[in-house]
């Protein structure tokens, strides 16, 4: 890796990635090789998966395409210098704030959305005038090598992947980088921070955590069933914002339920006359056959209303029922399809015990009455109201964590900011100045100087 990071240095000090010309074009290219390869994507999210093709170019590829989009048409604005204004003790003067890109950039995606978590913040860090070393997860291997394949087109030296390399794997976080962003895990978030650390390395980091829906009283039951399953249960539940547990206010919790249980027969059953009552072909498998054990273990003395059963790499979509706050199950970010079921009869109970765990990534709320109170009360990286996961589809809004659960954020323009540094130039008159700051300092300066400042 060492050697790959030189070359990518070298070349971007040659100044070839800067000009507006280059930039664009690289973004277009990369947009029609998705273009070119989207048939293999799918049948490599089906081989690694077992996802639907929806799913695929709804949560993969359309999420991707759309944010290269926004940076195609905004691109020129976005890279021109922006004129601000000065005061005046400057006098006369002009400022300016100047993007630059940083330089040689890691990305590391994640395996749960492999392709757009990697191709994503990747285009971002080629729109800002950066080179990019793109590491792919090992754990989606038909995936990672069409977008190997895919990228293999550019120069190493400006795009470089690498997912099936032991050796890059175990060199990639002793690298000096101009700037990092790490999508994954938190306890692998803080290994590279600890590695990092003596090269003070700008990063940003998207994690994840244990994301609360709440459902009041006043919530529509039928609406707020249906959107809570559907952001559950999506991708398996391998979701970083994704609904982690349900706290009900208690007296709507049975109807609830029987909404979320109907709505998990609908969505992810067979339907019809037959006796037997199977999983959909198209429901996505879970990552490694261990991420299934994990899971199961949680089912283990647990009030199982639905589910718990599990074949090969596939888990059925599964409901814990009277689920407590120290039960195994909420120790830990579950990242699959069980969903614990939890009351509450007092909201400033449930908030307290919210601030006593750490900042989630997302956090959920259905109702109207407590809905300005949660907001405000409760930190969290970004949410909605009546909704799940659906906030993230924003390009206006960013998306990012605080706390356990990330530092950063990106999306639309904040993609582009992420992977830019803002340099401020003051631009002085080379002739003409105010002499305040100079010697002598005379009781009227001394004057002039407390009446700016208001003292």
Same mark, same amino acid.
């Given at each position: 890796?060492?050697?790959?990071?030189? &070359?990518?240095?070298?070349?971007?000090?040659?100044?070839?990635?800067?000009?507006?010309?280059?930039?664009?074009?690289?973004?277009?290219? $990369?947009?029609?090789?998705?273009?070119?390869?989207?048939?293999?994507?799918?049948?490599?999210?089906?081989?690694?998966?077992?996802? #639907?093709?929806?799913?695929?170019?709804?949560?993969?590829?359309?999420?991707?395409?759309?944010?290269?989009?926004?940076? $195609?048409?905004?691109?020129?604005?976005?890279? &021109?210098?922006?004129?601000?204004?000065?005061?005046?003790?400057?006098?006369?003067?002009?400022?300016?704030?100047?993007?630059?890109?940083?330089?040689?950039?890691?990305?590391?995606?994640?395996?749960?959305?492999?392709?757009?978590?990697?191709?994503?913040?990747?285009?971002?860090?080629?729109?800002?005038?950066?080179?990019?070393?793109?590491?792919? %997860?090992?754990?989606?291997?038909?995936?990672?090598?069409?977008?190997?394949?895919?990228?293999?087109?550019?120069?190493?030296?400006?795009?470089?992947?690498?997912?099936?390399?032991?050796?890059?794997?175990?060199?990639?976080?002793?690298?000096?980088?101009?700037?990092?962003?790490?999508?994954?895990?938190?306890?692998?978030? &803080?290994?590279?921070?600890?590695?990092?650390?003596?090269?003070?390395?700008?990063?940003?980091?998207?994690?994840?955590?244990?994301?609360? #829906?709440?459902?009041?009283?006043?919530?529509?039951?039928?609406?707020?069933?249906?959107?809570?399953?559907?952001?559950?249960?999506?991708?398996?539940?391998?979701? #970083?914002?994704?609904?982690?547990?349900?706290? +009900?206010?208690?007296?709507?919790?049975?109807?609830?339920?029987?909404?979320?249980?109907?709505?998990?027969?609908?969505?992810?059953?067979?339907?019809?006359?037959?006796?037997?009552? &199977?999983?959909?072909?198209?429901?996505?498998?879970?990552?490694?056959?261990?991420?299934?054990?994990?899971?199961?273990?949680? #089912?283990?003395?647990?009030?199982?209303?639905?589910?718990?059963?599990?074949?090969?790499?596939?888990?059925?979509?599964?409901?814990?029922?009277?689920?407590?706050?120290?039960?195994?199950?909420?120790?830990?970010?579950?990242?699959?399809?069980?969903?614990?079921?939890?009351?509450?009869?007092? $909201?400033?109970?449930?908030?307290?015990?919210?601030?006593?765990?750490?900042?989630?990534?997302?956090?959920?709320?259905?109702?109207?009455?407590?809905?300005?109170?949660? +907001?405000?009360?409760?930190?969290?990286?970004?949410?909605?109201?009546?909704?799940?996961?659906?906030?993230?589809?924003?390009?206006?809004?960013?998306?990012?964590?605080?706390?356990?659960?990330?530092?950063?954020?990106?999306?639309?323009?904040?993609?582009?900011?992420?992977?830019?540094?803002?340099? %401020?130039?003051?631009?002085?008159?080379?002739?003409?100045?105010?002499?305040?700051?100079?010697?002598?300092?005379?009781?009227?300066?001394?004057?002039?100087?407390?009446?700016?400042?208001?003292?």
């Amino acid at each position: 890796m060492e050697e790959i990071i030189k &070359r990518q240095r070298e070349y971007f000090n040659t100044g070839a990635t800067l000009n507006y010309k280059f930039r664009i074009n690289q973004l277009k290219c $990369i947009k029609n090789l998705i273009t070119e390869y989207q048939s293999d994507i799918v049948e490599a999210f089906g081989k690694d998966y077992n996802k #639907c093709e929806f799913d695929v170019y709804s949560t993969e590829i359309g999420m991707t395409v759309h944010e290269l989009d926004y940076l $195609i048409s905004h691109l020129k604005s976005l890279m &021109r210098p922006k004129r601000k204004c000065t005061s005046v003790i400057n006098f006369p003067s002009k400022g300016y704030i100047v993007p630059e890109p940083y330089g040689v950039v890691l990305v590391v995606a994640p395996w749960n959305y492999p392709f757009q978590l990697s191709i994503l913040p990747m285009i971002g860090a080629i729109a800002a005038g950066n080179t990019v070393i793109l590491k792919l %997860s090992a754990n989606t291997p038909n995936i990672s090598a069409v977008i190997s394949s895919m990228l293999s087109s550019f120069p190493q030296e400006y795009i470089y992947t690498t997912w099936d390399n032991l050796s890059e794997r175990e060199q990639l976080f002793e690298g000096k980088y101009d700037y990092i962003f790490y999508t994954g895990s938190t306890g692998v978030a &803080r290994t590279l921070m600890e590695k990092q650390g003596r090269n003070i390395v700008p990063v940003t980091l998207e994690l994840g955590g244990k994301s609360p #829906c709440i459902i009041d009283r006043d919530a529509n039951i039928d609406k707020s069933a249906k959107r809570v399953v559907w952001g559950k249960f999506l991708n398996a539940g391998q979701t #970083c914002v994704a609904p982690d547990y349900v706290v +009900i206010e208690r007296s709507i919790k049975e109807k609830w339920l029987e909404s979320a249980l109907y709505y998990i027969d609908y969505f992810y059953y067979e339907q019809g006359t037959d006796a037997v009552r &199977r999983l959909k072909e198209d429901f996505p498998w879970l990552v490694t056959r261990k991420s299934v054990d994990r899971l199961l273990d949680f #089912c283990n003395n647990a009030m199982v209303l639905c589910g718990g059963r599990a074949a090969g790499r596939l888990m059925e979509p599964t409901i814990i029922n009277d689920v407590s706050f120290d039960d195994p199950v909420m120790k830990e970010e579950i990242f699959g399809p069980v969903l614990p079921i939890l009351t509450f009869d007092d $909201i400033d109970d449930m908030t307290r015990q919210f601030h006593s765990m750490e900042k989630p990534l997302a956090l959920y709320y259905f109702g109207r009455r407590n809905r300005d109170r949660i +907001i405000s009360s409760c930190s969290f990286g970004g949410g909605c109201v009546n909704d799940t996961i659906m906030h993230l589809t924003e390009q206006n809004m960013p998306f990012g964590g605080v706390g356990h659960s990330g530092m950063g954020s990106y999306h639309g323009r904040k993609t582009f900011d992420t992977f830019t540094h803002y340099k %401020s130039v003051l631009s002085k008159n080379a002739l003409y100045e105010l002499s305040l700051k100079y010697q002598p300092y005379t009781p009227f300066k001394l004057k002039l100087t407390k009446k700016y400042f208001g003292l």
